[in-house]
């Protein structure tokens, strides 16, 4: 079974340029996450999915992150203008088959913001 | 900000030691699950916990959940250099919607 993938692994980019992460989901899971992991902290909730449909956004800094997912399987993370305090690793997961509620989580997206 | 803590932030042990994380929470919680993230690497799924007072085994590692369901820790036994990495506690509470809240994390170093 494919796991959850993401892209790009790596970016950087100067502050106030703008930057967009992919996510596609294990295949069937309605239920897909965005997290923001800074160096040295757990995973914080940017964002939550339910198919296409947005279950919690309140952590997400609406002023300049955006996060879509128009057919209820991948999504996009946007960041415009992105600051230097973005610099992070941006988590997506997704749950929906097993019924411990895990979460399976990809590979990650680096954004170094100089 | 973070609701759920956990501690200690690091912990470096000789290999062979135990180790004890633990994970503590103001409000009640539904579950909670245990996360482990090695250097470099994205988090991974070990165990979720849900009933009040519930112990659970995974070889040289044992999950407990509080009674009041306001904490829980993973202890493992006879620590490996296999067992590097962060240890993140993950909690969903009583009045959320499906949505975990994950602690700092314990950073467990072993000295071979």
């Known amino acids: 079974e494919a796991g959850v993938a993401q892209s790009p692994r790596y970016k950087i980019i100067e502050k106030r340029q703008s930057v967009a992460f992919w996510c596609n989901p294990i295949s069937g899971h309605a239920t897909l996450y965005w997290y923001q992991q800074i160096l040295g902290q757990g995973p914080k909730l940017l964002i939550q999915f339910q198919n296409n449909g947005v279950v919690d956004d309140s952590q997400l800094p609406k002023d300049r992150f955006s996060a879509e997912r128009l057919k209820g399987v991948d999504s996009t993370l946007k960041i415009q203008p992105a600051k230097l305090e973005d610099s992070a690793v941006y988590l997506c997961?997704?749950?929906?088959?097993?019924?411990?509620?895990?979460?399976?989580f990809g590979e990650g997206s680096r954004l170094t913001v100089l | 900000g973070q609701q759920v803590m956990q501690i200690p932030q690091y912990q470096h042990v000789q290999e062979g030691e135990d180790f004890t994380t633990y994970c503590n929470s103001s409000?009640?919680?539904?579950?909670i699950q245990w996360y482990k993230q090695r250097p470099g690497g994205h988090p991974v799924f070990l165990i979720q916990l849900v009933k009040s007072g519930e112990v659970k085994k995974q070889k040289r590692l044992t999950f407990q959940f509080g009674e009041a369901k306001k904490n829980s820790s993973l202890h493992i036994t006879a620590t490996q250099t296999t067992d590097v990495g962060t240890y993140f506690c993950a909690a969903l509470r009583m009045d959320s919607s499906y949505k975990l809240i994950f602690g700092s994390g314990t950073r467990l170093l072993v000295r071979p």
């Open positions: 409000t009640t919680l539904s579950n």
């Open positions: 997961a997704s749950s929906g088959l097993t019924n411990t509620g895990e979460l399976f």
